[in-house]
């Protein structure tokens, strides 16, 4: 490995170095980091950012938590992993906890998202295929949806940026356009077996399904016998003021995936279903190495055990009132640059009027970490336990960073 030039300082030879040993998948943002606490992170330097990303909704407790720091170390000296060849009390004991939330029966633990709606599409096919009796293993998506990185995910994904260069792909995914309730029910036909949705898009721009076509998806669903899949994975875990988004539409899935939030910082995925769909699986069908080990079950138990404790649904739901109110305001100071707020919680998109790469680095180089998003979407999705002062710290910076741009 090359070495690093001694003139660069701590945080340009962390970037040096990993240059030559990573493969580049990752387009990074120009900043290191070697500490982290609540909401804020450094770099080793000693730069303080203000994160309102939480690792793309993971750290949900916020950084470093002390409860979920204690739990790990204590689980670490008692029981790490076995494989799923035995029984486990920390998983049987999480895996209650997350059903309290919800209307799912039983639980596969995996490791990210990405797997949890693996498992989501696999269970869909065996169902059908071994309990229903029926040829049918379409998934039907929409359009701007993001669900994964793995063959199956990013082809059920309705955007074409994350297919390039992967053909063939697999079959079986048909993909509608947004809010085109007519359009979906064309797509369902004899070899449908779900439909896959997330009832507010993050990736896509943080764009949350209409009522009424929320609960159309439903109504196609049981007209035609058909599972419905909700894709939890950013929304879930009281990120939206509710414990799961799909909560806010009276939804009653048939499958929901999460993950993110889930162990606040360890890798860690769910796929929850139904008693009756769960007969899809059996012994050898599906299965995992490291999906819920004894440690990451532990932190995750933790984890919704102070969610629920400490009342995050409400408090996102009252923040996030507050915060849009905030950004509502600030788009009625600059109509010619904000178009848009929208989300739900503590899930929230700044739509711009223009490619907003140039405001995202300003409000980087201000201190503030947030994300871009199809070219022209603040997306915020800050640690539940966020101080709001935070954001509107955020909030009067984007718009001297506006007022500047107005008027050079």
Same mark, same amino acid.
């Given at each position: 490995m090359e070495k690093c030039d001694t003139t660069m300082n701590?945080?340009?030879?962390?970037?040096?170095?990993?240059?030559?040993?990573?493969?580049?998948?990752?387009? #990074?943002?120009?900043?290191?980091?070697?500490?982290?606490?609540?909401?804020r992170m450094y770099t080793p330097e000693g730069r303080e950012y203000v994160d309102l990303l939480a690792g793309i909704a993971v750290t949900a407790l916020g950084h470093c938590n002390p409860e979920i720091a204690r739990t790990i170390a204590d689980q670490a000296r008692k029981l790490v992993?076995?494989?799923?060849?035995?029984?486990?009390?920390e998983q049987a004991d999480l895996a209650a906890a997350l059903l309290e939330t919800c209307?799912?029966?039983?639980?596969?633990?995996?490791?990210?998202? $990405?797997?949890? +709606?693996? !498992? !989501?599409?696999?269970?869909?096919?065996?169902?059908?295929?071994?309990?229903?009796?029926?040829?049918?293993?379409?998934? @039907?998506?929409?359009?701007s949806s993001f669900h994964g990185r793995t063959l199956a995910t990013l082809t059920a994904t309705g955007q074409a940026k994350v297919?390039?260069?992967?053909?063939?792909?697999?079959? =079986?995914?048909?993909?509608?356009?947004?809010?085109?309730?007519?359009?979906? #029910?064309? $797509?369902?036909g004899p070899k449908t077996a779900a439909i896959m949705v997330e009832v507010v898009q993050g990736e896509g721009g943080v764009r949350p399904l209409p009522q009424e076509f929320a609960q159309g998806i439903q109504k196609l669903c049981r007209e035609n016998d @058909?599972?419905?899949?909700?894709?939890?994975?950013?929304?879930?875990?009281?990120?939206? =003021?509710?414990?799961? $988004?799909?909560?806010?539409?009276? &939804?009653?899935?048939?499958?929901?995936?999460?993950?993110?939030? /889930?162990?606040? *910082?360890?890798?860690?995925? !769910? %796929?929850?279903?139904t008693d009756k769909v769960a007969k899809g699986f059996e012994p050898g069908s599906h299965a995992t190495t490291f999906g819920g080990t004894a440690l990451v079950s532990a932190a995750a138990l933790k984890t919704i055990q102070i969610m629920k404790r400490d009342r995050l649904d409400e408090r996102a739901h009252k923040m996030g009132q507050d915060a849009t109110a905030l950004f509502e305001?600030? $788009?009625?100071?600059?109509?010619e640059a904000i178009t848009e707020i929208? *989300?739900?919680?503590? %899930? @929230?998109?700044?739509?711009?009027?223009?490619?907003?790469?140039? @405001?995202?680095?300003?409000?980087?180089?201000? *201190?503030?970490?947030? +994300? &871009?998003?199809?070219? +022209?979407? /603040?997306r915020l999705l800050p640690a539940l336990t966020i101080d709001f002062a935070d954001l509107e710290a955020f909030a009067e910076t984007l718009g001297n960073i506006l007022s500047a741009r107005k008027t050079a």
């Open positions: 701590a945080s340009e030879q962390i970037m040096h170095k990993e240059k030559a040993v990573l493969c580049h998948t990752y387009g #990074r943002y120009p900043v290191s980091v070697v500490r982290a606490e609540g909401s992993h076995v494989s799923n060849l035995f029984y486990q009390d209307n799912a029966d039983k639980v596969f633990f995996c490791n990210s998202g $990405a797997e949890a +709606n693996e !498992a !989501a599409i696999k269970l869909a096919r065996r169902y059908m295929n071994k309990v229903a009796k029926r040829d049918a293993y379409e998934v @039907i998506t929409l359009e297919k390039d260069g992967f053909a063939p792909l697999p079959e =079986g995914f048909v993909t509608v356009p947004f809010n085109d309730l007519e359009a979906l #029910r064309k $797509a369902i @058909i599972l419905l899949i909700v894709d939890e994975i950013q929304t879930g875990l009281c990120r939206t =003021g509710k414990f799961w $988004a799909h909560q806010h539409y009276d &939804l009653t899935p048939d499958i929901i995936t999460s993950a993110k939030a /889930l162990a606040n *910082g360890l890798p860690m995925g !769910a %796929m929850m279903t305001t600030l $788009a009625a100071a600059h109509p929208r *989300g739900c919680g503590l %899930m @929230i998109g700044i739509v711009l009027s223009f490619p907003g790469q140039e @405001i995202w680095q300003a409000l980087l180089d201000a *201190g503030f970490i947030c +994300n &871009l998003t199809q070219g +022209n979407v /603040l």
